[in-house]
């Protein structure tokens, strides 16, 4: 299955071990095609902006790599066959929840894996943001709590034919 990987650990050194040792090479060991977004666009390019110093230079910087990462990203949401959303945090990172909602209006399902013990939903009932979650069960997904039982619950997906 093509998967789509959604989730901020690209943004700490920690999150990008998990993702990079762990997360990506156990899909890939089951034989899943993993669509990663911090690797969509030029690594060079993303360094680049990195590099330079506060200001305006790398505002701009940032101005003209921004579209073409969220476009990056938009086609690897089309071209997917199903999205494994990571939800840790006090709250789903805003990225996060928006490629789950782009995923659920274009019909993909959903697997979200929250390891995190930290309540941060709307009530009692829910793990996550009532939305969010919504949206993850609406589209014959789950909400898994354990890293091992991410694969059960991608085995459970109906695709779309």
Not at 29 to 52: F, I, M, N
Not at 69 to 91: F, K, P, T, Y
Not at 100 to 128: H, M, Q, W
Request: glycine share 8%.
């Amino acid at each position: 299955m093509k998967i789509y990987l959604a989730g901020p650990l690209g943004f700490s050194e920690a999150g990008k071990d998990f993702y990079y040792r762990l997360l990506i090479p156990e899909l890939q060991r089951s034989g899943h095609d993993v669509l990663d977004p911090w690797s969509l666009t030029d690594p060079g390019k993303v360094a680049a902006a990195l590099s330079l110093p506060f200001g305006e230079a790398r505002r701009e910087a940032w101005r003209n790599l921004n579209p073409e990462i969220g476009r990056n990203n938009q086609l690897a949401l089309d071209s997917c066959e199903a999205v494994v959303a990571v939800l840790d945090g006090v709250d789903v990172d805003s990225g996060t929840a928006s490629e789950i909602g782009y995923a659920f209006a274009k019909g993909k399902p959903i697997v979200g894996y929250r390891s995190d013990i930290r309540l941060c939903s709307d009530n009692e009932a829910l793990t996550v943001n009532l939305q969010v979650e919504y949206f993850i069960r609406s589209s014959g997904g789950d909400i898994v709590s354990k890293f091992d039982q991410i694969l059960d619950a991608l085995s459970r997906l109906k695709l779309p034919q």
